[in-house]
C-alpha cells in the first residue's frame, strides 16, 4: 500500500503585527479557483458539515463557485463548480441557511428581474437540488434569512428597489412562499421602492430578532420622503412586526446604504453603524434599548465616498468591534475600546467594493473574501477576487460553532453574550446581511489578554437560554441545543495521498452509538478510494453530536515540475549570496549536496535538485547564476623627486583611486592619477570594479483607455508608487486636446521634490525626465498653480484611464504603480514608464600604490625655463613626440622604474627639433625618459598606458 499519511508540509509566512492590530495578507495562493471575479454577492458558511467554513460565489454574477476549505490551514481550498445555471445576468443576493432543516446549508440566489433560486444541498454529498420560485420579476437588493414567524423554520425577506419588498415564508416542508407578514407600505404613501440593505437582528435584546431596512433612494432629494426613511419592524415576540423606527430615534432620511447592529463599548445593548451616500457614515449609540443617538462627531470616523458594505467585527480579537467598510474606497477603523476608532491600513492599498467574513483557516481570526466588484454591480473583468487572511496576534479567543439538531439546525437568530472584565459581548447568528452578502455562521469572540470568562449566556432562535461557564478559551466549541458541548475528534491526520490507486480504511471506536461518515455510510470503519474530504458525525452515549476533524484525501498529486524561485538577477557580485528555495517536499537533494529546501548560493554554475514528492522523486529546472569577480587591480608605484609630480598607474576596466584604505574618500578614476608637489612618500589605493548593467523595463499602461478623458475641471489626479530598488525614470507618456503649459511633480511628501516644466501640443508627447529615484513612496502628479495659470482650473487636461484599470502595475521588487490618488478606478495621466534599474558594481579589494621620494635620482632638477624638451602625448598607449628647445645633439634614454635602461640613443640630432619615439612594444607602466644635452641631463617621467 502506498498511501502515505502525514501532517502536511506548512508555508510559513512571518508577519510582524502594529500593536496588535489587524494585518491581512493576500493568500489567493490557497484558493483553488483564483480566477473569481464575483459581483456584490459573495459568501461564507459551512457548506458541507466539518465545521470549516467554505467560500460561495457567483464567477461573473452566475457561475455558483464552492471552495471547501481543508484542514490543513497551509492547504488550497478544493473547488466545485455548482453544475446549474443560476442566472443570465448579474445576481444580487445571496443567502446561505438551512432551509428544509436537514442539516446541509442551501443557497439562495436573486439579481434583477429574474427567479428567485433555492439551491438545496443534498446530504453527504457535493450536490444540489435547484428549485425556481415562481414571482413577479423585481430589481432585488439586500436579503436576510431568520425565523421571522417562529415556526422552527428559516424564511427570508428580499428587498425591492422599485416597489414592495417580498416576504417568503417556510412552508415546513422546505419551501419557500411567497406570504405578507410584514407591513411594507410607508406612511406617507409612495412607490415603497428605495430598499437597500436588510438585517435580521435583535437590536432590542428583548429575546427575539426584529427586522431593519436601510433605505435609499436615488433621484429623492427630501429627507423627509419615505423612499430615504428607515425603518425596523420590532418583534412582538410572537412573530409580529411593527414598524417603530422612530420611536427609537432611527426614522431619518440620510441616503443610507447598509446598516449593522453591534455592541461597540460592551456595555450589553446593540448599537448601529450606517453607511451613507449623501453624509459620511454615522455611528449610533444604544441607549437602554429605548433610544439611539448619533455619537458619529466625537469618534473619529470620517467614511466618505460610495460604501456598498459596513460590518462591525473584532478583527483584532481585543474585545472590541472594529469597522470595515468597502465601496469606491475602503475604510478600516480600529475601536480603541472608548467609543472612538483610529483608521488604519491592514490591507495596504488595495480597495474592494463588497465582501463576507469568516474564519477560513480556523484559527480563531476574522478573515476577509473580498470581491473586486465596480459601484454598484459590475464584476471586474480585470481584477480577481481576493482570499484576506487575519495575521493573528497574541490577543485571546472563544469561538463557538452553534447547531440545533431538528429545527433551524444552523441556529440562524441565535444571540450569544459573553460576560467578563471587559463587560458583556454580544454575538449573533445571521444569514444574509447588509447588501445581497452572507457571512460565516460561527462565532468569535475576542478576549485580549485574558484566558477566562465569568459566563457565557446563549440565547437560541426560540427564546431557550443556556448558560456555559466551562469553555476552554483559544478553541473553537460546537454548542448544540441541549446542554452538549464538544470539540472535534482528532483522530485523522489533515491530509492521505493515495498512490498507484491504492485506498486507506479509517476506523472509529464503537464507542459512539451512531457514526455517519460524510460520504453517507453508516459504519465503524470506511475504506477510502477517492479523493475529497471525510469526517465522521458521532453521537455519544449522552446523545451528544460531535464530529471528527475532516479529512483530506488527495490521489497521486505529484504531476507539476518542481521550480527553484529565488528574487535577484542571475548576475551577482563576488561574495554576495542569493536565496535558493524549492516547493514543500519530504526531502531535497541538491545539485550542491545539500539537503535542506532553501540553500545560499554563493559560487557561479548551475543549480538544481531532485525533491521527493507524495509518490515519486521530480526533477527540478535549472538555475544558471554567475558571480562576477573582477579583473584584480595590479598597482606601479612611482618615485619623484622633491616638489615633483608622481604617476601612479594600476590595471582594469573601472579603476578607483582613494585616499585610505576603506574608500571613504575617492580622490580619482581612472588607469593613472598623478598626484602634484609631493614633498614625502605617500601611499594611496586602488581598486577595480566590474559593472552589472542595469536593467531596462516598461511600467504601467501603453495607453489611454476608456470612453472618457477627463474628471472635472476641479481635479488634478496623480498616481502612487513605491521603489523597491533605486531607478532612473527616463520617459513617461502623455495625451492632451489642449495646447499649454504643464509642470510634472514628484515627490516623497518628505525630503524629495522633482518637477519638469513644458509646454505641451495637442496629441501624444513623449516627456524625457531622466530623474533618478532612490527607495521610497512617491506621487507623480501636476502642479495646480500652473494648470490653473494655462487653463484656469486645478485639471491639467491630461488623459486618463477609466477602463481595463488593474492595480498594481509593477516590475517585481523594482517599483509598483499600486493606486491613483483618486482610487482604483481611474489612472491618472503618465503612461508607458520607461525606467532602469542602476548599474551595479562589483569591487576588488583595495590594493596600496606608493609614491616614493628619490633624493638620489636627478643630477639637476630643472625649473620650467631650464626645461629642454617636451614629450606629448603623456600618458600615451605608443607613440611619443619629443620636441627639443635646443639646438644641437642629445643622448636620449628610456628606463624602467627600476632603473632597467630600455632603449638608449646617442648623439641624436633631431629634424626641426623633434623625435619620434615607439613604445609600442613595451608594457604598460612608468618610465623615465631622460635627455642629455650639453652636458646636463634632463628628467620626465611617461606613463605607458
Known sequence: MKARLFPILLFTLAVTT???????????????????HSAVPVGIADMNGDGLDDIVTLNFGSRLFIQYQTPEPSRPFVRYEVPVTIGNAEQNDICLADFNNDGAVDILAVGSYDEVKVLYSIPN???????????????????????????GWVDVVMLNDNGLNY????????????????????????????NYGSLYTDFDMDGDSDFYIAKCRQGVNSPSDPRRIDVIFVNDGQGNYTEDAANYGLADGRQTWTADFGDIDNDGDMDLFKTQHDVISELYENIDNDTFINITPNTGLNIGGVPLQGMLRDFDNDGFQDILVSGDRLDYYHNNGDKTFTKTTPFGNVVFGSFALGDLNRDGFTDVYASRVIPFNNPDPLREDILFLNNKNDNHYL????????????????????????????????????????????????LGDQTTYDSLIIRWPDGTKEQYNQLETDKTWSLTKGGCWKQPLDILEPLVVLCDADSITIHIDSEFSIIEWSDGTSADSIIIRQEGLYFAKLTDVDGCILRTS????????????PTITYVANPQLCDGESVLLSLPSAFSYAWSTGETTQT????????????????????ESDTVQLEFLIPEPAVTTNDTFLPGESAVLTSTGDHVEWFSDPFGNNQIGNGNSIQLDNLTDTVTIYARNAALIAGEDFQVGPAQHEGLTKYNAAFVNGGQLFDVLEPITLHQISVYTDSAGTRSIDINNGLNFFFEHQLDLEPGLTVIDLEVDLPIGSYTMTTNTDINNQSFGTNSPYLWRSSENVVYPYEIQSVVSIYNSTFGEDFYYYFYDWKISTLDKECFTDFVPATAVIDLGTATHQPTDKEQVFIVTPNPTDGLIQLTMKTDGACDVEILRMDGVRVLVQHDIAPENNSLQIDLSAYPAGVYLISVNNNGKKFTQKIVRL
Not at 475532516?550 to 515540475?561: A, N
Open 550 to 561: 475532516p479529512l483530506e484525501v488527495g490521489l497521486d498529486p505529484d504531476t507539476i515540475r
Open 399 to 446: 469561538g463557538l460553532n452553534l447547531r440545533q439538531t431538528e429545527d433551524n439546525p444552523s441556529a440562524i437568530g441565535a444571540t450569544a453574550s459573553l460576560y467578563g472584565s471587559w463587560g458583556i459581548q454580544l454575538r449573533e447568528v445571521r444569514g444574509g446581511e447588509q447588501y445581497g452578502v452572507s457571512s460565516g455562521h460561527s462565532i468569535i469572540f475576542g
Open 125 to 151: 454529498t457535493f450536490s444540489f437540488n435547484l428549485t425556481q420560485i415562481i414571482v413577479t420579476p423585481f430589481f432585488s437588493q439586500g436579503a436576510s434569512s431568520g425565523d421571522f414567524n417562529h415556526d
Open 18 to 36: 502594529l500593536f496588535g492590530q489587524a494585518q491581512f495578507t493576500n493568500r489567493n495562493d490557497l484558493l483553488a479557483e483564483k480566477d473569481q
Open 167 to 194: 416576504t417568503f415564508l417556510n412552508d415546513g416542508d422546505g419551501n419557500l412562499v411567497e406570504q405578507d407578514l410584514f407591513n411594507f407600505v410607508t406612511i406617507p404613501p409612495s412607490d415603497n421602492s428605495g
Open 599 to 618: 540553500i545560499d548560493a554563493t559560487i557561479s554554475g548551475e543549480y538544481f535538485a531532485q525533491i521527493e514528492g507524495y509518490c515519486k522523486l521530480h
